[in-house]
């Protein structure tokens, strides 16, 4: 699935790892994400929130897609700092599920928290033709 994210690739953000409904990003902030404050445009926080939380909801095979998203931001993000997003399944429901996501700095310090609902469809095709029980994520 990653592989085919281009929007994500595309800002340099990275797959550390994704498995058994986890997952870790990283993504460097460059001058390009600054909004009128110079700070990180939120959008792009969560942005790299929510690969981790695709990542981590698709870890699992199926096709998995956002079913709703909310984020708190907590401290400010400039450019240069390398934001690491490490998602967590919360609990799995039918074909539903919720993940946390914590966003952190460089310094180790949080900047966001973010916690997404999915929903795996009921086609279980990938959007790029292959199975669904093929690993997705990787």
Known sequence: MFDA???SRGLG????????????????VTEAMLNGHAIAHGGFVFL???????????????VTVAA??????VRPVRAGDVLTARATERTRYG????YDVTVTRDD????????GRSRTLADRSRADGAPADATAGR
């Open 48 to 62: 790299l929130a929510d690969t981790a939380f695709a990542l981590a909801c698709n870890s699992w095979g199926p």
């Open 68 to 73: 709703g998203g909310e984020i708190s931001f």
């Open 13 to 28: 953000i990275e797959l550390v790892e994704a498995a058994d409904g986890a997952a870790v990003a990283r993504m460097p």
């Open 95 to 98: 074909r539903s599920g919720i």
């Open 108 to 115: 180790g310090a949080v900047v966001a928290e973010f916690r």
């Open 5 to 7: 994210d281009v929007a």
